[in-house]
């Protein structure tokens, strides 16, 4: 069974950094496309990154330049590199599997099969 577990979220000073992290188990990890996304109070979850089984990431508009995506098949975790840090940054964050191997870029949830429960990350301005 699929399980994806995030950690790394917390408190930060809009300008600071944070690191999530997403531990994967019960698949063949480095076959899928990997995503992070997140929802604010009151908005609809939206998508963050996501990277392939290789290594290409693709990003929101929103955080390209300050948001690196990264993964480690070896360990089976996917990484989320959050620079700059935003209030509007503010939001549960949650990983999230695509549905096919060797998926394309797609910023759809739908595309996504499997999610973690989510890390909150909170900015204050």
């Known amino acids: 069974q699929v399980q994806l577990t995030e950690s790394g979220g917390g408190l930060v000073q809009a300008g600071g950094s944070l690191r999530l992290s997403c531990a994967a188990s019960g698949l063949t990890f480095s076959t899928y496309r990997m995503g992070w996304f997140r929802q604010a109070p009151g908005k609809e979850r939206e998508f963050v990154a996501s990277i392939s089984g290789s290594g290409g990431p693709a990003y929101a508009d929103s955080v390209k330049g300050r948001f690196t995506i990264s993964r480690d098949n070896s360990k089976n975790t996917v990484a989320l590199q959050m620079n700059s840090l935003k209030a509007e940054d503010t939001a549960v964050y949650y990983c999230?599997?695509?549905?096919?191997?060797?998926?394309?870029?797609?910023?759809?949830?739908?595309?996504?099969?499997?999610w973690g429960q989510g890390t909150q990350v909170t900015v204050s301005s």
């Open positions: 999230a599997k695509q549905n096919r191997t060797y998926g394309s870029t797609s910023k759809s949830q739908g595309e996504y099969g499997y």
